[in-house]
T-cell receptor
Framework: EDQVTQSPEALRLQEGESSSLNCSYT??????LFWYRQDPGKGPEFLFT???AGEEKEKERLKATLTKKESFLHITAPKPEDSATYLC???????????FGTGTSLTVIP | DAGITQSPRHKVTETGTPVTLRCHQT?????MYWYRQDPGHGLRLIHY???????DKGEVSDGYSVSRSKTEDFLLTLESATSSQTSVYFC????????????FGPGTRLTVL
């Protein structure tokens, strides 16, 4: 069964304190792994797609990496505006359905 | 902004009443999706569409039906709403044939009393 597990569930950081969020997955064959940001009361906002182990993508203070079993979202020197819930999803190469994790709620304290 | 709107944005209804949620897109993308989001479960796929009149079930389709008579509109219907269908509903589109990133609408918060 295709599954996605995100950890930690919640993370509080001081402004400038770098950290990483984890997304571990089991899927029959990975077509793609997707990271989203979701602010309260809004729809998920697309951040990155990763397709193969070893791939990395960067956007401002965020960097996503992928191995054969997990992905990390590294946040460097976060700011309060980075506070949000970060969602991970995988798509298997047997279909086009996405499987989402339950997210990591990030709070960055000034 | 993928040009996705959802209506209504908020709705309160009573158990047993029918409810229809609308998703509208402005860019004629072929693939459209309906998800529900609940605490502890993340986003779960209800139904999706890969063209006008072409739809298929997702992992939580029981109690829901969909219709797509025009490319731009994808409707989700709860034939007889139950309290377990209280949730936030999101519509999404895929811009690359269903095999790449999805873009989400703003959501509809539905409460069934």
């Amino acid at each position: 069964e295709d599954q996605v597990t995100q950890s930690p569930e919640a993370l509080r950081l001081q402004e400038g304190e770098s950290s990483s969020l984890n997304c571990s997955y089991t899927v029959s064959g990975l077509r793609g792994l997707f990271w989203y940001r979701q602010d309260p009361g809004k729809g998920p906002e697309f951040l990155f797609t990763l397709y193969s182990a070893g791939e990395e993508k960067e956007k401002e203070r965020l960097k996503a990496t992928l191995t054969k079993k997990e992905s990390f979202l590294h946040i460097t020197a976060p700011k309060p505006e980075d506070s949000a819930t970060y969602l991970c999803a995988v798509q298997a190469n047997t279909g086009n359905q996405f499987y989402f994790g339950t997210g990591t709620s990030l709070t960055v304290i000034p | 902004d993928a040009g996705i709107t959802q209506s209504p944005r908020h709705k309160v209804t009573e158990t047993g009443t029918p409810v229809t949620l609308r998703c509208h897109q402005t860019e004629n993308h072929r693939y459209m999706y309906w998800y529900r989001q609940d605490p502890g479960h993340g986003l779960r796929l209800i139904h999706y569409s890969y063209g006008v009149k072409d739809t298929d079930k997702g992992e939580v389709s029981d109690g829901y039906s969909v219709s797509r008579s025009k490319t731009e509109d994808f409707l989700l219907t709860l034939e007889s709403a139950t309290s377990s269908q209280t949730s936030v509903y999101f519509c999404a589109i895929s811009v690359a044939g269903g095999y790449n990133e999805q873009f989400f609408g703003p959501g509809t918060r539905l409460t069934v009393l």
